[in-house]
């Protein structure tokens, strides 16, 4: 004998109720940070405006010398005193800051004053129909 039961599905009210937020729109954005002794590294970064202030780079030379500032007693201050940071150029979506991020890499790998080592591009070129490279050289 078959017995059939009729399923019974459950919603929590506040999964019915709960207004979803929007995602706040994000900027992809190309960057450099530049070191006193006139090195600099070039990035790309969809951080937040606040969490872009502070945020320099994910280099492990970068890395370093924040974490001297922070031992030597440092402060956001000092450690913008230190580092100085560009923003190159925004876009509006993902593909094309990080092919120009890698172009610009590319561009600056034989300057000795360049840090950047690593070079990692995974991008759909289906998005990038329209992608126009820009010129640029760092400061300095």
Known sequence: MCVRRKAITLTHINTIMAKRKKKPIQTH????????????????????????????????????????????????????????????????????????????????RHDDNCINDMLHVRIRASFLKDFEPIKWSPDG
Request: proline share 4%; with cysteine; charged share 25%.
């Open 29 to 108: 954005r190309v960057y450099c940070t530049y070191f006193p002794d006139g090195r600099y590294y070039i990035g790309y970064s969809c951080k937040t405006d606040k969490q872009f202030e502070k945020y320099f780079g994910s280099s492990t030379k970068i890395k370093a010398v924040l974490e001297e500032s922070k031992e030597a007693g440092g402060n956001a201050l000092l450690v913008s005193e230190l580092l100085t940071k560009e923003v190159i150029i925004e876009y509006p979506t993902r593909a094309p800051a990080k092919m120009q991020e890698f172009l610009l890499q590319w561009q600056q």
